[in-house]
């Protein structure tokens, strides 16, 4: 039996810090979360950071979601046997060794060039289900390899191609994906100040749509644009940064379905650059609505959650909808400048849902305590989302999994320091407001 087993999760990882001390080694990553961030932000590019860190307008939802744990308090309970503690739950059918996930993220390469890769050997090594961005920086294909059996989940953007979703949707599913995350906040971008102060969309650059440029059907939907000869929209002036960012598509399209031969090849050819375009036209669908969602039923028959619910009548919608699951998330308030807190929209949607789906919650999350509090709430389970990416940028693979163990275990020592020895223990009485 190991130390996790026989003293708990928390135990055993201040054993591994503390113990490696004694030989002068200190960990990879920052554990307190602004010693994190400012850690990252060292590492990364300034563009890459005001992408990774900002949000939408004077960044008043990232506060908010903030502000929202600070308005409770985990009320302990003292003199009970917390010797033995189990943090698994039931989720969509299987029993998972913790209540975390890791939310997707977008454009992993920006942080740390084994991107997704990395992530998904650090949350396979801690049986911590991750679910892969549509945005991703290598092909789901690449990450699954790498997690062999561990799960995973496929976050899907509802693009404007109902064959490219479903050429999606079945990749995922053929891989061993057990379930399918539609974003729905996303049908047009956000007002992102940080990113409009330096003009940088990844994705213009080549970045971040791997999933695109490694599919058949998006492939096949770039050949037909340069063949009707539109594959580069405006020609912008030449500079520096134009010709780094010519170099990072081509690197793309050389590892694609697009370009046989290697990087020279992808440099004379019209495809790399005619994939950024195709994928800005076909990205999102504003016109999406709830009567479009029966085609994921055609196409798949995996558990499907929905993602960026925080509206009470939304949830009773998804109820009808036969939906399996709800994340209530306002993207890290990456969308809408001002928008209600994910903390404080949880408690109308469980009402809503009565129990009879999961219901997850992501945004805001800093830590195992603030995942308690979250649990206390009644969500099923909680997302990791920013530390994570600012864990890939400072250490890679390790980085990632310092970060989620780091969650694990002060949610594991919370749970202990408030009396509480399973999630199921976790209520509503654990908490009280604050003063």
Same mark, same amino acid.
């Given at each position: 039996? /190991?130390?996790?087993?026989?003293?708990?999760?928390?135990?055993?990882?201040?054993?591994?810090?503390?113990?490696?001390?004694?030989?002068?080694?200190?960990?990879?990553?920052?554990?307190?979360?602004?010693?994190?961030?400012?850690?990252?932000?060292?590492?990364?590019?300034?563009?890459?950071?005001?992408?990774?860190?900002?949000?939408?307008?004077?960044?008043?939802?990232?506060?908010?979601?903030?502000?929202?744990?600070? *308005?409770?308090?985990?009320?302990?309970?003292?003199?009970?046997?917390?010797?033995?503690?189990?943090?698994?739950?039931?989720?969509?059918?299987?029993?998972?060794?913790?209540?975390?996930?890791?939310?997707?993220?977008?454009?992993?390469?920006?942080?740390?060039?084994?991107?997704?890769?990395?992530?998904? *050997?650090?949350?396979?090594?801690?049986?911590?289900?991750?679910?892969?961005?549509?945005?991703?920086?290598?092909?789901?294909?690449?990450?699954?390899?790498?997690?062999?059996?561990?799960?995973?989940?496929?976050?899907?953007?509802?693009?404007?191609?109902?064959?490219?979703?479903?050429?999606?949707?079945?990749?995922?599913?053929?891989?061993?994906?057990?379930?399918?995350?539609?974003?729905?906040?996303?049908?047009?971008?956000?007002?992102?100040?940080?990113?409009?102060?330096?003009?940088?969309?990844?994705?213009?650059?080549?970045?971040?749509?791997?999933?695109?440029?490694?599919?058949?059907?998006?492939?096949?939907?770039?050949?037909?644009?340069?063949?009707?000869?539109?594959?580069?929209?405006?020609?912008?002036?030449?500079?520096?940064?134009?010709?780094?960012?010519?170099?990072?598509?081509?690197?793309?399209?050389?590892?694609?379905?697009?370009?046989?031969?290697?990087?020279?090849?992808?440099?004379?050819?019209?495809?790399?650059?005619?994939?950024?375009?195709?994928?800005?036209?076909?990205?999102?669908?504003?016109?999406?609505?709830?009567?479009?969602?029966?085609?994921?039923?055609?196409?798949?028959?995996?558990?499907?959650?929905?993602?960026?619910?925080?509206?009470?009548?939304?949830?009773?919608?998804?109820?009808?909808?036969?939906?399996?699951?709800?994340?209530? /998330?306002?993207?890290?308030?990456?969308?809408?400048?001002?928008?209600?807190?994910?903390?404080?929209?949880?408690?109308?949607v469980l009402e809503r849902v009565g129990g009879r789906i999961p219901v997850l919650l992501d945004s805001g999350v800093r830590g195992g305590a603030d995942a308690f509090k979250a649990l206390a709430l009644g969500a099923t389970a909680v997302g990791i989302g920013r530390p994570y990416a600012y864990g890939l940028?400072?250490?890679?693979?390790?980085?990632?999994?310092?970060?989620?163990?780091?969650?694990?275990?002060?949610?594991?020592?919370?749970?202990?320091?408030?009396? *509480?020895?399973?999630?199921?223990?976790?209520?509503?009485?654990?908490?009280?407001?604050?003063?």
């Amino acid at each position: 039996m /190991s130390e996790a087993d026989e003293r708990g999760f928390g135990r055993a990882a201040q054993s591994e810090v503390y113990r490696a001390g004694l030989s002068g080694v200190h960990p990879k990553v920052p554990v307190d979360g602004g010693a994190l961030e400012r850690a990252a932000k060292k590492t990364l590019s300034p563009a890459a950071f005001a992408y990774l860190a900002g949000g939408a307008g004077a960044e008043a939802t990232m506060a908010a979601n903030r502000a929202a744990f600070d *308005r409770w308090r985990v009320w302990p309970r003292v003199l009970r046997d917390v010797s033995k503690r189990d943090l698994s739950i039931d989720l969509l059918g299987r029993r998972r060794a913790t209540p975390f996930v890791l939310s997707p993220i977008g454009v992993a390469e920006m942080a740390h060039p084994e991107a997704d890769v990395a992530v998904g *050997r650090a949350a396979a090594t801690l049986g911590v289900p991750y679910v892969l961005s549509n945005q991703a920086s290598r092909p789901m294909e690449e990450v699954a390899a790498q997690m062999r059996d561990a799960s995973f989940w496929f976050q899907l953007y509802w693009s404007r191609s109902d064959e490219l979703n479903a050429s999606f949707v079945r990749r995922a599913e053929a891989l061993g994906c057990e379930a399918i995350v539609v974003t729905l906040d996303t049908s047009l971008l956000g007002w992102r100040t940080r990113d409009l102060d330096v003009a940088y969309l990844p994705f213009t650059r080549g970045l971040g749509i791997a999933q695109y440029t490694s599919d058949p059907v998006f492939a096949e939907l770039v050949r037909d644009r340069v063949a009707a000869g539109g594959e580069a929209g405006p020609r912008p002036r030449v500079t520096p940064t134009l010709l780094a960012s010519a170099l990072s598509i081509a690197r793309s399209g050389s590892r694609t379905q697009l370009v046989d031969g290697g990087v020279a090849d992808a440099l004379r050819s019209p495809l790399p650059r005619a994939a950024v375009e195709t994928f800005l036209d076909v990205f999102s669908d504003p016109s999406l609505t709830w009567d479009d969602l029966a085609s994921l039923r055609e196409w798949t028959s995996l558990p499907i959650l929905l993602k960026g619910v925080v509206h009470p009548a939304d949830a009773a919608r998804a109820l009808d909808s036969g939906i399996d699951g709800i994340v209530v /998330s306002n993207h890290g308030g990456r969308q809408i400048d001002g928008a209600v807190a994910t903390l404080d929209a949880l408690p109308g949607v469980l009402e809503r849902v009565g129990g009879r789906i999961p219901v997850l919650l992501d945004s805001g999350v800093r830590g195992g305590a603030d995942a308690f509090k979250a649990l206390a709430l009644g969500a099923t389970a909680v997302g990791i989302g920013r530390p994570y990416a600012y864990g890939l940028a400072v250490a890679g693979a390790e980085g990632v999994r310092e970060v989620v163990r780091n969650h694990i275990a002060e949610l594991d020592l919370t749970m202990a320091l408030a009396g *509480r020895t399973s999630i199921d223990a976790i209520g509503r009485d654990a908490l009280t407001a604050a003063p």
